[in-house]
C-alpha cells in the first residue's frame, strides 16, 4: 500500500504520521518538544532538537512501515509558524535559540514602528498588526544585537524552511525554501505578489539573501537525504503548509466562507477568504491559505488568533493542578458551574481581535467556596470564549459562518465544542481525526505527487465525527460579559 507520511512540527511537540489512500492513519509517533522561557514574556526552542525529534519520529513511523511492506511514496511537511530560526547556512551554527511566536521580547519594537507611523503600511502591504507575533521584528531583534555578525551567510528561517535545509541534507546540500502560507506569517511578505516586499525588507533591515525562495505550497522542494533519515532515503517533500492553514486544507475547506477552529497550544479559527485578496476586517488578519501552483490558483484566508489554549491546559498540568492533561473536562464536569471564576489565560498578551501584548493571564472571582473544578470549567469556558470574540469579529467583518470544524486536541472535549456552538450560535463538527493538521500536510503532499487528482477527490474523503448544536444562550452571554470585564482588568 502507498503511503503518504506527514511531518507535524508543532509547539509542544513532534509528530509524524503516515496516511493510506483513504486519508486514513496507518501510524504515528511523538515527541514532547522542551519549552525555554529565559525572561517573562520570553519563549524559545532549541532548533536542533526540532530537526532531531523530526528525525526520530520519522524515522520510526517509517521503519515499521517499511517492515510491515508499505511504501511511502511522499512526504508532506506541515509547522508551528512565525517561530524564527536565525543561523548561518554555510556553517550550520546558530545565532541563538528559536524565537517562538508566543515570545513577547519585540513589543516594544512593534510599539515604535507603530509610533513612527509604519502601521497602516504593514497592514495594508502584509495582511498583518504591527506585533511581536511575526517573525520581522524577531529577525530585527538579532541583527540589532550582532548575532549575525561574521556569518559567511546569515539566514532567517521559519520552522519549515530549517526541517526542509535539515532533511535535504543541511551544510552539504540542503535547500533553503519556503512557500506562501508560512511567508505571509513573517510580515515581510507582500499579499500582492507572493514575494518578500522590498519596503518591509528595507523597514525591518533583513537583506534578501537571508530570506529563503518563496515557491508553491504543493511543489516539489526536495528529497530527504539518506544520511539524515535512512528509512526515507530519496522520498520527495512535495507539499508544505503553516500548521493552521494546514488544519484548514485537512478540514476540507476548499470553498471560500468554510471555516475551522483549531484548539492547540493556541485557538486558531480561519476561514477560507477565495482567491482574491480580502478586504480587511478589524481585528483580524489576512494571510495566504495555500499556493496551489500547477495544481490550482492561490487562496487567502481571514484568520483570527488566541495565542494561548492548550498551553493554559499544559500551565495547569505542569503546576500540578492536574496529574494529565485528560484530566480536565471530568474535573470540570464535577460542578454545574464556576461559580463565578472567570480565567483569562493571556500568559503572552491578547491576540485577535483584542491585540494587547501587555495583557497578562488572570483568574478572577475566587473565594472560598471555590476548587478545582470551579477553576478546571473556568478555563474551558475561557477557551470557548477567545473563540467566540473572533467569531464575533468575523461576523461584524460580514462573514456569514455556516459552521465549524473543530480539531486539535482540546477540540476531544464534548464540554468545550458544546461552549463553543451555544457561544458562537453556530454548529460546530469535530473532525473524525483530531489529527487534521497533519492530514493537510498529508493531503497537499499527496495531491502534488499525484496520490489524488483534486480538491473534490479529498473533499469526499472528509467526515466529522460528532455535531454539536447551539443551546439558549441566555448563561453563556451573561458569562461572556463577566469574562470580557476580567479581560479589560488583565
Not at 511537511?77 to 556553517?91: I, K, S
Not at 477568504?273 to 483580524?284: E, F, K, N, S, Y
Request: net charge negative; charged share 20%.
Amino acid at each position: 500500500m502507498d503511503l503518504i507520511l506527514a511531518l507535524d512540527a508543532g509547539t509542544s511537540g513532534v509528530r509524524a504520521v503516515a496516511f493510506d489512500p483513504q486519508l486514513r492513519v496507518v501510524d504515528e509517533a511523538y515527541r514532547e518538544l522542551t519549552q525555554y522561557f529565559p525572561s517573562p514574556g520570553e519563549v524559545e526552542h532549541d532548533p536542533v532538537e526540532i530537526a532531531a525529534l523530526a528525525v526520530a519520529t520519522l524515522r520510526e513511523v517509517a521503519a515499521r512501515q517499511r517492515d510491515a511492506g508499505q511504501h511511502v511514496v511522499a512526504l508532506g511537511l506541515t509547522n508551528q509558524r512565525e517561530t524564527t530560526v536565525g543561523f548561518d547556512r554555510e556553517r550550520g551554527t546558530l545565532f541563538q535559540r528559536a524565537i517562538v511566536w508566543q515570545d513577547r521580547r519585540t513589543a516594544g519594537l512593534c510599539h515604535e514602528l507603530e509610533a513612527q507611523g509604519h502601521g497602516q503600511l504593514v497592514r495594508d502591504t502584509t495582511g498583518l498588526v504591527l506585533d511581536a507575533y511575526f517573525s520581522a521584528t524577531k529577525m530585527q531583534w538579532m541583527l540589532e544585537r550582532g548575532l549575525a555578525d561574521g556569518a559567511r551567510s546569515a539566514s532567517f528561517a521559519t520552522i519549515d524552511t530549517w526541517l526542509l535545509w535539515f532533511l535535504t541534507g543541511g551544510v552539504e546540500g540542503g535547500v533553503f525554501l519556503t512557500e506562501p502560507s508560512n511567508a505571509s506569517r513573517t510580515m515581510v511578505m507582500d499579499l500582492a505578489t507572493l514575494d518578500w516586499s522590498p519596503v518591509m525588507m528595507d523597514l525591518f533591515g533583513v537583506a534578501p539573501e537571508m530570506l529563503a525562495q518563496i515557491q508553491p505550497s504543493a511543489s516539489t522542494f526536495g528529497h530527504v537525504n539518506a544520511d539524515v533519515v535512512p528509512e526515507l532515503a530519496g522520498v520527495a517533500i512535495t507539499g508544505v503548509l503553516g500548521d493552521q492553514q494546514s488544519a484548514l486544507f485537512g478540514q476540507a475547506c476548499f470553498e471560500p466562507g468554510l471555516v475551522k477552529a483549531t484548539y492547540g497550544t493556541g485557538a486558531f479559527l480561519l476561514a477560507n477568504a477565495g482567491d482574491t485578496v480580502p478586504r480587511v476586517v478589524d481585528g483580524l488578519l489576512t494571510s495566504v491559505a495555500w499556493d496551489l501552483g500547477a495544481f490550482g490558483s492561490a487562496t487567502y484566508a481571514l484568520e483570527g488568533s488566541a495565542f494561548v489554549a492548550g498551553a493554559a491546559v499544559q500551565w495547569l498540568r505542569d503546576l500540578g493542578f492536574i496529574e494529565a492533561s485528560s484530566e480536565l473536562e471530568s474535573l470540570a464536569r464535577s460542578v454545574s458551574d464556576s461559580a463565578g471564576v472567570q480565567f483569562v489565560p493571556a500568559f503572552s498578551g491578547l491576540g485577535s481581535p483584542f491585540w494587547n501584548p501587555e495583557a497578562r493571564g488572570a483568574i478572577t472571582g475566587l473565594s472560598r467556596g471555590v476548587g478545582k473544578g470551579q477553576i478546571a470549567r473556568a478555563l474551558i469556558e475561557a477557551l470557548a470564549y477567545q473563540v467566540r470574540a473572533m467569531t464575533d469579529a468575523f461576523s461584524d467583518g460580514g462573514l456569514e459562518l455556516k459552521e465549524l470544524r473543530a480539531d486539535g486536541g482540546a477540540a476531544a472535549m464534548d464540554l468545550l465544542l458544546q461552549l463553543q456552538a451555544t457561544n458562537s450560535r453556530v454548529d460546530v463538527l469535530r473532525c473524525a481525526t483530531l489529527e487534521a493538521t497533519a492530514r493537510g500536510a498529508a493531503s497537499i503532499a499527496g495531491l502534488a505527487s499525484g496520490q489524488w487528482r483534486s480538491l473534490g477527490e479529498l473533499g469526499d474523503l472528509w467526515s466529522y465525527g460528532q455535531r454539536f448544536r447551539p443551546e439558549d444562550p441566555q448563561l453563556v452571554d451573561l458569562g461572556y460579559r463577566t469574562w470580557l470585564n476580567a479581560l479589560e482588568r488583565a
